[in-house]
């Protein structure tokens, strides 16, 4: 299993940036992949951004605004978020994908609240 503790939403004028953090717990060594989602009411939930083995992707609406990143050292997840946008205001979960006995799985953060408004 792997846990999550998040942080770093919050309000923020439109034009503004913000780092989310994502800090994981558990069976560190077995997650191969970790991203950034978020979902807008009564939207899917939407990958922002992923990284796996260095390489990163990132959805079209945020490609050189976000930029995610891992610090292996601190076992924590980040996005930092430049030119923020009222559309972007959303809750932000993060995500990792592990190996459990054999098999995928993956967990989720409980998601934090990000609000773009002046």
């Known amino acids: 299993q792997v846990q999550f503790v998040e942080s770093g939403g919050g309000l923020v004028q439109p034009g503004g940036s913000l780092r989310l953090s994502c800090a994981a717990s558990g069976s560190i060594a077995s997650i191969y992949a970790m991203g950034w989602y978020r979902q807008a009411p009564g939207k899917q939930r939407e990958l922002v951004a992923g990284?796996?083995?260095?390489?990163?992707n990132y959805a079209d609406s945020v490609k050189g605004l976000f930029t995610i990143s891992r610090d292996n050292a601190k076992n924590t997840l980040y996005l930092q978020m430049h030119s923020l946008k009222p559309e972007d205001t959303t809750v932000y979960y993060c995500?990792?994908?592990?190996?459990?006995?054999?098999?995928?799985?993956?967990?989720w953060g409980r998601g934090n609240q990000v609000a773009v408004s002046s």
């Open positions: 995500n990792a994908l592990y190996f459990s006995d054999g098999d995928e799985d993956d967990s």
């Open positions: 990284i796996s083995s260095g390489h990163t």
